[in-house]
Structures are given as structure tokens and as C-alpha cells.
């Protein structure tokens, strides 16, 4: 099973509201990724974690909070958002942060949020 | 850091046509190469990865890649193209500690 899951498929909330997303996996997977995708465009990469410990913030503004409550979950918290973070938003996890590179990332369906 | 290069935002072919989508690499040796399907509205899907086993790579779907050091290039192909292919491409080098770094896409139509 190589499944990723995801909840919500759709959001759409008010730039005062506060949202979560939710991401699953239950691969036994050590690392965990966010990832933000505007439309006809590339993933970026937001957020790492491995073993439960942010590895890796892409500098991302301090209203997406990320959490890891254990080894299948992923959260990204979301309080005061912008009209441009409207995107769709893309969980992946891999086998572990590799010395070699070469751990495949599988992905979710995404979230696709929308900030009015 | 690395880099990849997707030439053709927007690629047509024909059912039954050959499909190329063209990937270039910047990289330290070795790269770990990956193609990537995103069907509309959906996540990406894993097609191929290449870890330096072996150059020609078979993935799903009928797709393929080669792996050619001297031209740093990891092209897609596939023989005979399907409506079912049409979607966007991303070709993704990943380096020590796993961040991917992607193309930035190739779009495919399959024209009836």
C-alpha cells in the first residue's frame, strides 16, 4: 500500500478563520513533506519533517504552522491567510531522509484551498 | 544545487503517436532522477525513477526513460500515446537528504 491520504479534499475559508489539514500514511514512513502547488506550476517544497522533527522551513510566512503529532500524521495549521495562498496543497512521505537522495516521495491527492 | 529543465511547456501528439518529453539535469554524481504524473485535480503519481542500476528505465503505464550521462538528459517515451495520458509532467533530481528539486512541467495533449 502506497497510499497518502488527505482531508480536506476542498477548503475555503476567510482570511480571520482558522483551518487544519490533515495528512495520513501508514507506510511506516519517517519523513513527511508539505508542499504547495499553484496552478500549471511545480510543487515547492514548504515543510519537512523527519521523525517527527521539522527538518526543513522553506521560509515559509509564520501563518502556516506546521505539526507532526507522530509518525503517521501531518498537520498544517492555517490562521490568517492571504487570497495568494489560495493553491493546492500536496503531502508526500518517503521512506526516510536518505544520505543517498534516492527515497521515492508519494504524494497525496492535495488539498485545494481557497482564501476569500 | 541542482536543476532540471523541462523543454516544451505544452507538448500535442496523436493517438497512437510516439510521446517524448524532454528532461535535462544539472547535477553532482550521482543523480537520482524521477518522473512524476499529475492527472487534473489530483497528486502526483510516481511514473519511473532512476538510481543508477540500470540506464534504460520502465515505469507504469507503458512509459520509459534513458538515462544518458553525456547529454545529462532523462527523456520520457512512450510508443503509442493514449487519450488516458494526457496530464501534466514533472521530471524531479533529488539530492542527499531527499529534496527534490522539479522541472517545471510539461503539459501533454493527446489529440483524438
Known amino acids: 500500500d502506497t497510499e497518502v491520504t488527505q482531508t480536506p479534499k476542498h477548503l475555503v475559508m476567510g482570511m480571520t478563520n482558522k483551518k487544519s489539514l490533515k495528512c495520513e500514511q501508514h507506510m511506516g514512513h519517517r519523513a513527511m513533506y508539505w508542499y504547495k502547488q499553484k496552478a500549471k506550476k511545480p510543487p515547492e517544497l514548504m515543510f519537512v519533517y523527519s521523525y517527527e522533527k521539522l527538518s526543513i522551513n522553506e521560509s515559509v510566512p509564520s501563518r502556516f504552522s506546521p505539526e507532526c503529532p507522530n509518525s503517521s500524521l501531518l498537520n498544517l495549521h492555517l490562521h490568517a491567510l492571504q487570497p495568494e495562498d489560495s493553491a493546492l496543497y500536496l503531502c508526500?512521505?518517503?521512506?526516510?531522509?536518505?544520505?543517498?537522495?534516492?527515497?521515492?516521495?508519494?504524494f497525496g491527492p492535495g488539498t485545494r484551498l481557497l482564501v476569500l | 544545487a541542482q536543476s532540471v529543465t523541462q523543454l516544451g511547456s505544452h507538448v500535442s501528439v496523436s493517438e497512437g503517436a510516439l510521446v517524448l518529453l524532454r528532461c535535462n539535469y544539472s547535477?553532482?554524481?550521482?543523480?537520482?532522477l524521477f518522473w512524476y504524473v499529475q492527472y487534473p485535480n489530483q497528486g502526483l503519481q510516481l511514473l519511473l525513477k532512476y538510481t543508477s542500476a540500470a540506464t534504460l528505465v520502465k515505469g507504469i503505464n507503458g512509459f520509459e526513460a534513458e538515462f544518458k550521462k553525456s547529454e545529462t538528459s532523462f527523456h520520457l517515451t512512450k510508443p503509442s500515446a493514449h487519450m488516458s495520458d494526457a496530464a501534466e509532467y514533472f521530471c524531479a533530481v533529488s539530492e542527499t537528504g531527499n529534496q527534490f528539486y522539479f522541472g517545471t512541467g510539461t503539459s501533454l495533449t493527446v489529440i483524438p
Open positions: 547535477s553532482s554524481v550521482p543523480p537520482y
Open positions: 508526500a512521505s518517503s521512506q526516510a531522509l536518505g544520505t543517498s537522495g534516492a527515497e521515492t516521495q508519494y
